[in-house]
Protein backbone atom coordinates (compact mmCIF):
# COMPACT_ATOMS: atom_id res chain seq x y z
CA UNK A 1 0.00 0.00 0.00
CA UNK A 2 2.01 3.11 -1.19
CA UNK A 3 1.67 6.18 1.52
CA UNK A 4 2.61 9.56 1.02
CA UNK A 5 3.71 11.53 3.97
CA UNK A 6 4.47 14.87 3.93
CA UNK A 7 6.26 16.56 6.51
CA UNK A 8 8.47 20.06 7.07
CA UNK A 9 5.43 22.45 8.31
CA UNK A 10 6.37 24.79 11.16
CA UNK A 11 5.90 28.83 12.58
CA UNK A 12 7.87 31.30 10.65
CA UNK A 13 7.98 34.81 10.10
CA UNK A 14 7.07 36.59 7.15
CA UNK A 15 9.92 36.66 5.01
CA UNK A 16 10.96 33.26 6.12
CA UNK A 17 11.37 30.04 4.92
CA UNK A 18 10.66 26.43 5.04
CA UNK A 19 11.59 23.17 3.07
CA UNK A 20 8.43 20.55 3.08
CA UNK A 21 9.27 16.92 2.57
CA UNK A 22 7.01 14.03 1.34
CA UNK A 23 8.43 10.76 1.81
CA UNK A 24 6.96 7.70 -0.53
CA UNK A 25 6.50 4.64 1.19
CA UNK A 26 5.05 0.81 0.44
CA UNK A 27 6.39 1.61 -2.95
CA UNK A 28 7.62 3.70 -6.12
CA UNK A 29 5.75 5.77 -8.30
CA UNK A 30 7.00 5.50 -11.13
CA UNK A 31 6.02 7.57 -14.04
CA UNK A 32 3.52 9.30 -11.28
CA UNK A 33 3.28 12.71 -11.64
CA UNK A 34 3.23 14.65 -8.04
CA UNK A 35 2.52 18.08 -6.26
CA UNK A 36 1.61 20.09 -3.73
CA UNK A 37 -2.06 21.40 -2.97
CA UNK A 38 -2.66 23.81 0.31
CA UNK A 39 -5.92 24.61 2.21
CA UNK A 40 -6.16 27.48 4.40
CA UNK A 41 -9.24 27.33 6.90
CA UNK A 42 -13.04 27.85 5.69
CA UNK A 43 -11.42 27.78 2.32
CA UNK A 44 -10.74 25.06 -0.49
CA UNK A 45 -7.80 23.25 -1.17
CA UNK A 46 -6.04 25.04 -4.12
CA UNK A 47 -3.23 24.39 -6.52
CA UNK A 48 0.65 25.26 -5.35
CA UNK A 49 2.86 23.51 -7.46
CA UNK A 50 3.46 20.35 -9.67
CA UNK A 51 6.40 18.28 -10.93
CA UNK A 52 6.21 15.57 -13.96
CA UNK A 53 8.42 12.29 -13.11
CA UNK A 54 11.11 12.86 -14.87
CA UNK A 55 11.17 16.32 -13.14
CA UNK A 56 11.44 18.22 -16.71
CA UNK A 57 8.57 20.22 -16.23
CA UNK A 58 7.02 22.52 -13.55
CA UNK A 59 4.25 24.22 -12.76
CA UNK A 60 3.36 26.93 -9.78
CA UNK A 61 0.45 28.84 -8.98
CA UNK A 62 0.31 32.30 -9.63
CA UNK A 63 0.42 33.48 -6.36
CA UNK A 64 3.84 31.30 -5.24
CA UNK A 65 5.58 31.79 -8.45
CA UNK A 66 9.61 32.80 -8.17
CA UNK A 67 9.28 32.40 -4.38
CA UNK A 68 8.84 28.73 -4.20
CA UNK A 69 10.51 25.61 -5.83
CA UNK A 70 9.06 21.93 -6.51
CA UNK A 71 11.54 18.94 -6.90
CA UNK A 72 11.30 15.79 -6.71
CA UNK A 73 14.66 12.83 -6.09
CA UNK A 74 13.22 9.40 -7.41
CA UNK A 75 15.89 7.04 -6.19
CA UNK A 76 14.94 8.41 -2.83
CA UNK A 77 11.08 8.37 -3.16
CA UNK A 78 10.86 11.94 -2.21
CA UNK A 79 8.75 15.49 -3.32
CA UNK A 80 10.57 18.64 -1.94
CA UNK A 81 8.83 22.15 -1.62
CA UNK A 82 11.30 24.89 -0.93
CA UNK A 83 9.23 27.93 0.36
CA UNK A 84 10.64 31.46 0.44
CA UNK A 85 9.80 34.85 1.02
CA UNK A 86 6.83 33.33 2.92
CA UNK A 87 3.94 35.64 3.40
CA UNK A 88 1.15 35.25 6.27
CA UNK A 89 -1.20 34.23 3.44
CA UNK A 90 0.71 31.61 2.75
CA UNK A 91 -0.50 29.96 5.77
CA UNK A 92 -2.35 26.91 5.24
CA UNK A 93 -2.33 22.68 5.83
CA UNK A 94 -0.17 21.84 2.57
CA UNK A 95 -0.46 18.40 1.27
CA UNK A 96 1.72 16.41 -1.12
CA UNK A 97 0.02 14.14 -3.72
CA UNK A 98 0.46 11.66 -6.81
CA UNK A 99 -1.33 10.64 -9.43
CA UNK A 100 -0.74 8.31 -12.44
CA UNK A 101 0.81 10.05 -15.65
CA UNK A 102 2.35 13.69 -15.55
CA UNK A 103 0.47 17.01 -14.22
CA UNK A 104 -0.48 19.27 -17.56
CA UNK A 105 -1.25 22.45 -15.46
CA UNK A 106 -2.27 24.30 -12.59
CA UNK A 107 -5.70 23.13 -13.13
CA UNK A 108 -4.44 19.37 -12.33
CA UNK A 109 -6.00 17.80 -9.77
CA UNK A 110 -4.72 14.06 -8.55
CA UNK A 111 -7.01 11.76 -7.80
CA UNK A 112 -4.41 8.50 -6.50
CA UNK A 113 -2.65 9.64 -3.68
CA UNK A 114 -2.73 12.12 -0.99
CA UNK A 115 -0.31 13.08 2.52
CA UNK A 116 -2.06 13.57 5.64
CA UNK A 117 -0.99 17.40 5.58
CA UNK A 118 1.45 19.49 7.55
CA UNK A 119 0.34 22.62 8.49
CA UNK A 120 2.28 26.26 7.90
CA UNK A 121 1.83 29.20 9.61
CA UNK A 122 3.80 32.43 8.73
CA UNK A 123 3.32 35.33 11.57
CA UNK A 124 3.44 38.87 10.39
Known amino acids: QVQLVDTGGGLVQAGGSLRLSCAVSGGTLSSYGMGWFRQAPGKERQFVAAITWSGDRTYYADSVKGRFTISRDNPKNMLYLQMNSLKPEDTAVYYC?????????????????WGQGTQVTVSS
Open 97 to 113: AADFGDPYGTTWYPKDY
